[in-house]
T-cell receptor
Framework: DGGITQSPKYLFRKEGQNVTLSCEQNLNHDAMYWYRQDPGQGLRLIYYSQIVNDFQKGDIAEGYSVSREKKESFPLTVTSAQKNPTAFYLC?????????????FGNGTRLTVT | LAKTTQPISMDSYEGQEVNITCSHNNIATNDYITWYQQFPSQGPRFIIQGYKTKVTNEVASLFIPADRKSSTLSLPRVSLSDTAVYYCLVGAVYNQGGKLIFGQGTELSVKP
């Protein structure tokens, strides 16, 4: 059963700590994305990667970092430099820039920083 | 990147047809129009996609006029379980380098 797995579903951290959110896909998709969603808001793009070992900044990359060492995995690190890290984080994937297939989303990680 | 404008919220009753319109005046020739549905605390789910005229699947219909400057998602006979946020997304992965941007979405509330 193919899909995107985000873990954990809920994450709690103290202010000043870095935290890494996991995203794994078994859809054999080339492209992967990280979005942030705040209450009552739409999705804002943090980072995206079209191919292994390559990634680009989205609209709100400050305070975040990513890696893409494997096709299946695109972890997001929320660093202490991110001023308002509490949010709902969504990972997505798509076959890549060769076609126009829609995005496939995971079920998100809700991060709370106190 | 094509900017989209949707109503912030809509109300409906069970059994009614719901039409949500999205404006995208600067849509590019290669852009597709895709609609997603999102329930609370879940990731968005693909509903339907089109390029021009009309597209229909088991869930919804998508109407796109000839000038493609707007599109209308039509949900037939809604039920309480259709209460969700609906996003209109204009663009194509291949011609935007992967940078797909979501708008605010339309919060649909279906009442009994």
């Amino acid at each position: 059963d193919g899909g995107i797995t985000q873990s954990p579903k809920y994450l709690f951290r103290k202010e000043g700590q870095n935290v890494t959110l996991s995203c794994e896909q078994n859809l054999n998709h080339d492209a992967m994305y990280w979005y942030r969603q705040d209450p009552g808001q739409g999705l804002r793009l943090i980072y995206y990667s079209q191919i292994v070992n390559d990634f680009q900044k989205g609209d709100i990359a400050e305070g975040y970092s990513v890696s893409r060492e494997k096709k299946e995995s695109f972890p997001l690190t929320v660093t202490s430099a991110q001023k308002n890290p509490t949010a709902f984080y969504l990972c997505a994937s798509s076959p890549g820039p060769r076609g126009n297939s829609p995005l496939h989303f995971g079920n998100g990680t809700r991060l709370t920083v106190t | 990147l094509a900017k989209t404008t949707q109503p912030i919220s809509m109300d409906s009753y069970e059994g009614q047809e719901v039409n949500i319109t999205c404006s995208h005046n600067n849509i590019a020739t290669n852009d597709y129009i895709t609609w997603y549905q999102q329930f609370p605390s879940q990731g968005p789910r693909f509903i339907i996609q089109g390029y021009k005229t009309k597209v229909t699947n088991e869930v919804a219909s998508l109407f796109i006029p000839a000038d493609r400057k707007s599109s209308t998602l039509s949900l037939p006979r809604v039920s309480l379980s259709d209460t969700a946020v609906y996003y209109c997304l204009v663009g194509a992965v291949y011609n935007q380098g992967g940078k797909l941007i979501f708008g605010q979405g339309t919060e649909l509330s279906v009442k009994p």
